[in-house]
């Protein structure tokens, strides 16, 4: 009989310790024992209590940034924030804890997303000075103003102009996760569906390239047809030609000069078969 007292008794005092975690709880008890004890279960408990805040200002914040960026990001940034709000806040103060915390959750948040971008805060607010200019000017002018008008409009010279359009280039960066038109479908369309990728080579028109280089190439010397090659699909000029050559600069222009006569008129032999 003793026993089962005793068992009675635990349960009462689990319960009566249980009791403070409920919703039934004033929130100024949980903070109060939160600040005698400092437990990670009672910390916990004043996170969930407060968690609407940071989806408030996340959600907020998102609204007014690209696409690109996860809210569920600023989400994770906000929570580290609330959390070192909560360890923070003075009781003693008498301010309200949303008060003191929207400001916590907020910086936490914008830090995270200083964190993603790498281009200086600097360079961003030279270029957007840039971009409120060239609108101003677009405005008051009726028309695209020119990178005179925007030099003079931020009252900076051309070459100072040039390395703040130079360092704006840095800004544009997009992520290929950005929509780039809705459609009827359920999927929408990203910037990576429709990314060109210079590396893939068209086989057809290789192909056709390939037989217009046999083509002029047809029927000349070697040292012909490495001064075609060389310069017209090499890009090198007349004076890197004869030095790979082994020819004065002006003997390669006279050979470049005999080979697009007898081009010529080889083509328009030919022109009927086009």
């Keep these: 009989m003793l026993t089962k007292v005793r068992v009675q008794n635990k349960r009462a005092s689990r319960k009566k310790t249980a009791a403070v975690t409920t919703d039934e709880t004033p929130i100024a008890e949980i903070w109060a024992e939160f600040k ?3 437990t990670e279960r009672l910390r916990n408990i004043l996170a969930e ?3 609407h805040l940071v989806k408030y200002n996340a959600e ?3 609204a007014k940034l690209p696409a690109e960026v996860d809210v569920n990001d600023l989400h994770q940034a906000g929570f580290f924030g609330l959390r070192d709000a909560i360890e923070a806040f003075d009781l003693s103060r008498g301010i309200k804890f949303e008060t003191y915390c929207a400001n916590r959750i907020r910086g936490a948040i914008l830090d995270e997303l200083r964190s993603m971008d790498w281009v200086p ?3 961003r607010a030279r270029t957007s000075k840039v971009g409120v200019a060239r ?3 677009a405005s008051r002018n009726g028309r695209e103003p020119t990178d005179v008008e925007i030099a003079k409009e931020l009252d900076v010279d051309m070459e100072e102009f040039k390395k703040i359009r130079k360092d704006a ?3 544009g960066i997009v992520s290929l996760n950005r929509k780039w038109y809705e459609t009827d479908s359920s999927k929408d369309v990203r910037e990576i569906d429709v990314f060109r990728d210079d590396r893939q080579l068209n086989p057809l028109l290789e192909t056709q390239k390939n037989d217009l280089k046999d083509l002029i190439t047809k029927g000349l010397s070697r040292a012909e047809r490495l001064i075609v090659i060389l310069y017209y699909y090499e890009q090198m000029t007349m004076k890197e030609i004869g030095a ?7 003997r390669v222009s006279q050979m470049h000069s005999s080979i697009l006569a007898r081009l010529r008129a080889h083509l328009l032999h030919r022109e009927t078969e086009f």
């Design 121 to 123: 805060r600097l360079v």
């Design 169 to 171: 280039e840095a800004v």
């Design 36 to 38: 005698k004890t400092g």
């Design 49 to 51: 209590h407060y968690l």
């Design 244 to 250: 790979t050559l082994d020819l004065s600069e002006s």
């Design 60 to 62: 907020r914040l998102h």
């Design 135 to 137: 609108k101003s000017l």
